[in-house]
C-alpha cells in the first residue's frame, strides 16, 4: 500500500527529470559533434574548393604545377583529420550521421581516381570540375546531420544558415569555372549552360534561406545581398553567361563576394552559438529545479511512508520468520521422522505463532498456525498409512516366506521318499518353483526394509552363491558359469548376494532371445570380488543405462502407495539396489560388445571370507558324472533296487552339517549348496536313466 504510491511519485519524477536531463545530453552531444566532425568537415570542404579551382586550371593548360600537388597534400591531410575526429566522436555519432559519413568516405575513396585523370589529361574542364563537385556534394549531408539543437527555432535557423553556405558553394563554383575558361578566354556551350544552373541554383538557395532565418540574422544578408559589392558581382556574372567570355574584373569581384559571405557565415555562427549557450543555461536551470524540488518530494515521501510502514514491516518480518521457520525447518524435521519411524506429537510440532500488532496481522498468524497444524497432520496421516501398507506387506511377505519355508520342507520329504523318476522329476520341479516363489517374498521383506531372516554361520563359497543364485531362476538351462576363482564370502551376507545376483541373471534371462545363454564370470580383483552377468539381448539407450545406475548407486525410498507401474516393472532392480546399498556392494549395468547388457557386481573385501577347508572322506565313494557336491559313500543294506539310499547332510559341504549331538527342533532350512546338489543329481541321474533305457 505504501509502496505503489511512491513508487508512483518516483516515476513522475523520473520521467519530468529525463525530458529536462534529455535535452542537456542533445546539447551536449551537438556540442561534441560540432567540435570533431564539424571542424573537420568544414575544414575537408576549404581544401576540396582549393583543389578543385587548381585542377580547373590545369585541365585547362594541361599542366601539373607544384602548387596544385601541395594543394592535395593539404586535401589528404583533411580527410585524415575528418577519420580522426569520426573516432574521437565515438558513440555520439548517431545512426543517420554514421550513414552520412559512410557517403562521403565512398566519394572520397573516388578521389584518386578522379586526380589521376586530370594527370592523365583525360576528359574535360567541365567534367573534372563535375567529378570534384560530386565529392563536394556529400558533404552536405554531414552538415545537415550535424544539427541535432533539441530547440525547435535553434534548429530552423541552423538550417537556414546552412542553406547560406550551400548558396556560398555555388558561387564557387561558378569561381571555379570561370577562372579556368580565362585561361583560354571563353566558355563552351556545355560550361554556359552549367554556369547558368549554378546562378539559378545559388538564387533560389538565398531566397531559401533568407525565409528560414528570423530578423537578427536575416538582416545582415539582406544588407550584403544590396551592397555595391554584390551588385557588381551579379552584373559581371550576367555579363559572363551572356557573352560566354571571362571578363578580367570577374576573379576579383567573385573574392570579395565570398568573402562577405565568409565573414557573415561567421558572425552569424556566433549569434547562433550564443543563442545555443543561453539556452543550455535554461536547460540546466530546468535540470536542477525538476531534479532538487522533484528529489525533495521523494525524499518527503520516502520519510512518511518509512514512519508508517515500520511497525507494519516488523510485524510481518516476523509472521515471515515463523512461515520460513514451518516450511524449511520443522515441517522437514517432522517428515524426515516418520520417515525412520518415529512417533510425532503434533501439537507439540505444530505450536502457535506468536506475533503481535495490528488485528489483520493477527488474523494471518492465525491462518497460518491452521495451515501448519493441518500440514503435520497431514503429513503424520500420510506416514502411518505408508507405514501401515508397508507392514501390511511384510506381514503377508512373511507369511508367505514361512508357509513357502513349510512346503520346501515337505517336498524334501517327498523327494526323500520317492523312487519314481518322473514322480521325482516333477517333485523337483515344484520344489524350484516353491524356491522362485521364495525369492520373490523375500523380495518384499527386502523392499519393506526388513531382513529376510537366512543366514549362514560360516564363509559360503562364491561358487555355491552362483549355483544357488541360478537355481532361483525360471530359465536356468540357459545360463553359463565359467570357471571362478575360489573364493568364499561371509555368511551373513550370503542370502542376499544369492538374491542379488538371482535377480540380475533372471533379468538377463527374460530381456534376451531364448535361444542365447547368458554368462556367469568371475575373478578377485584387489578390493574385493567381480561378477558379471551378461546377455544377449538387445540392449538399453545410454540415457536409461545413466538412469538405471543413479537408481542403483543412490536408491530412492520405495512407497508403495506413490509407485507407478514402471516401478512395479522394476521390483527386481530395487531390490539389487537395496541389498548392495545394505552390503555395500557396487553394481553398474553397461552395453555389452555383444549388443546386450553386461552387469558388473563389486563384493568389497569386507565380506570376503577364507574358503572353508574341505576334509577328505576316506570311505570308497561313487562319482556322479560332473556333481560339485562330496560324493556319495556305498552302504549296501540301505539300498532299494540296487541304488543307493539318501542319508540325511551326506550331501552336504562338511562346513554346513549339523553335529549328532546338536538338537534339531525343527527341520533344517535348505541351503543354496543343497539346493544345487538336488537339482544336479536329479538332472544327471534323469539323463542317465533314459539313456540306459
Do not use: C
Not at 105 to 112: E, H, I, M, Q, V
Not at 229 to 242: C, G, H, M, N, Q
Not at 615 to 635: G, T
Amino acid at each position: 500500500m505504501l509502496l505503489l504510491p511512491l513508487v508512483s511519485l518516483s516515476a513522475l519524477w523520473g520521467f519530468v527529470l529525463n525530458l529536462t536531463v534529455a535535452d542537456g545530453q542533445a546539447l551536449r552531444r551537438a556540442e561534441i559533434l560540432y567540435d570533431t566532425i564539424g571542424v573537420a568537415s568544414t575544414e575537408l570542404g576549404v581544401q576540396l574548393q582549393a583543389e578543385r579551382s587548381r585542377s580547373g586550371l590545369a585541365l585547362t593548360t594541361r599542366r601539373l604545377t607544384e602548387e596544385l600537388g601541395a594543394q592535395r597534400m593539404r586535401t589528404d591531410g583533411a580527410i585524415s583529420d575528418l577519420r580522426a575526429s569520426v573516432t574521437q566522436a565515438g558513440e555520439t555519432v548517431h545512426v543517420e550521421l554514421k550513414t552520412a559519413l559512410d557517403v562521403l568516405t565512398g566519394a572520397l575513396g573516388r578521389l584518386p581516381t578522379i586526380r589521376d585523370q586530370i594527370d592523365n589529361g583525360y576528359g574535360t574542364r567541365l567534367t573534372g570540375l563535375t567529378d570534384y563537385n560530386r565529392v563536394i556534394d556529400t558533404l552536405f549531408p554531414v552538415y545537415d546531420q550535424l544539427i541535432t539543437l533539441p530547440d525547435l527555432e535553434l534548429f530552423q535557423q541552423a538550417s537556414g544558415l546552412q542553406t547560406m553556405a550551400k548558396a556560398r558553394e555555388m558561387i564557387a563554383r561558378e569561381q571555379a569555372l570561370i577562372g579556368a575558361a580565362h585561361l583560354d578566354g571563353t566558355l563552351n556551350a556545355p560550361e554556359l549552360a552549367t554556369l547558368s544552373d549554378y546562378i539559378a541554383t545559388r538564387k533560389f538557395l538565398q531566397s531559401r534561406g533568407l525565409a528560414a532565418l528570423d530578423n537578427e540574422l536575416r538582416q545582415p544578408y539582406e544588407l550584403t545581398f544590396g551592397s555595391r559589392t554584390f551588385l557588381d558581382f551579379t552584373k559581371l556574372e550576367a555579363t559572363v553567361r551572356e557573352t560566354g567570355k571571362p571578363v578580367p574584373e570577374w576573379s576579383g569581384s567573385a573574392d570579395q563576394a565570398i568573402g562577405q559571405l565568409d565573414q557573415l557565415g561567421i558572425s552569424s555562427s556566433r549569434i547562433l552559438a550564443q543563442r545555443t549557450s543561453d539556452m543550455a543555461t535554461a536547460i540546466a536551470t530546468r535540470i536542477a529545479v525538476a531534479g532538487g524540488a522533484g528529489l525533495l518530494a521523494v525524499l518527503v515521501s520516502i520519510v512518511i511512508s518509512v514512519r508508517f510502514g515500520r511497525r507494519l514491516s516488523g510485524e510481518l518480518a516476523d509472521l515471515r520468520a515463523a512461515a520460513l521457520d514451518l516450511a524449511e525447518v520443522r515441517l522437514p524435521q517432522v517428515v524426515a521422522r516418520l520417515r525412520r519411524g518415529e512417533d510425532v506429537d503434533v501439537r507439540s510440532e505444530a505450536p502457535s505463532f506468536k506475533v503481535s500488532g495490528s488485528q489483520e496481522i493477527i488474523d494471518v498468524a492465525k491462518a497460518f498456525a491452521s495451515v501448519q497444524r493441518t500440514a503435520v497432520e497431514a503429513a503424520v496421516g500420510q506416514a502411518r498409512v505408508r507405514q501401515g501398507v508397508s507392514q501390511v506387506f511384510l506381514n503377508l511377505a512373511r507369511r508367505k516366506q514361512g508357509l513357502l519355508h513349510r512346503q520346501l520342507g515337505m517336498l524334501d520329504a517327498m523327494q526323500r521318499r520317492t523312487h519314481d523318476p518322473d514322480r521325482l522329476e516333477e517333485l523337483f520341479r515344484l520344489d524350484h518353483l516353491t524356491t522362485r516363489m521364495r525369492r520373490h517374498a523375500e523380495g518384499l521383506i527386502t523392499l519393506s526394509g526388513a531382513a529376510p531372516g537366512r543366514i549362514w554361520r560360516r564363509p559360503v563359497p562364491v561358487l555355491d552363491i552362483v549355483r544357488a543364485s541360478i537355481a532361483e531362476v525360471e530359465d536356468y538351462t540357459r545360463v553359463e558359469v565359467d570357471a571362478l576363482p575360489v573364493a568364499a564370502v561371509d555368511g551373513t551376507a550370503a542370502a542376499d548376494l544369492t538374491h542379488l545376483l538371482a535377480e540380475l541373471v533372471e533379468n538377463a534371462t527374460i530381456y534376451s532371445p531364448p535361444t542365447t545363454v547368458v554368462q556367469v564370470r568371475g575373478d578377485s580383483v584387489a578390493n574385493g570380488y567381480v561378477l558379471e552377468v551378461e546377455d544377449r539381448g538387445l540392449g538399453l539407450l545410454p540415457e536409461r543405462y545413466a538412469a538405471i545406475n543413479l537408481m542403483l548407486a543412490e536408491p530412492p525410498a520405495f512407497d508403495v502407495a506413490q509407485s507407478g507401474d514402471d516401478d512395479w516393472d522394476q521390483l527386481g532392480l530395487f531390490v539389487v539396489a537395496t541389498l548392495a546399498v545394505r552390503h555395500g556392494v557396487q553394481v553398474v549395468l553397461r552395453a555389452s560388445p555383444y549388443g546386450g547388457t553386461t552387469a558388473i557386481v563389486l563384493i568389497p573385501g569386507k565380506l570376503m571370507a577364507e574358503p572353508p577347508a574341505i576334509e577328505p572322506d576316506p570311505e570308497p565313494v561313487i562319482a556322479l558324472p560332473e556333481a560339485p557336491r562330496k560324493p556319495i559313500a556305498l552302504v549296501s543294506a540301505d539300498t532299494h533296487a540296487g541304488l543307493p539310499r539318501r542319508q540325511r547332510q551326506r550331501s552336504l559341504a562338511p562346513q554346513l552339517r549339523v553335529a549328532p549331538d546338536e538338537p534339531e527342533a525343527e527341520e533344517p532350512e535348505r541351503s543354496p549348496e543343497e539346493v544345487r546338489d538336488l537339482f544336479s543329481a536329479f538332472q544327471r541321474g534323469t539323463q542317465r536313466g533314459r539313456e540306459d533305457s
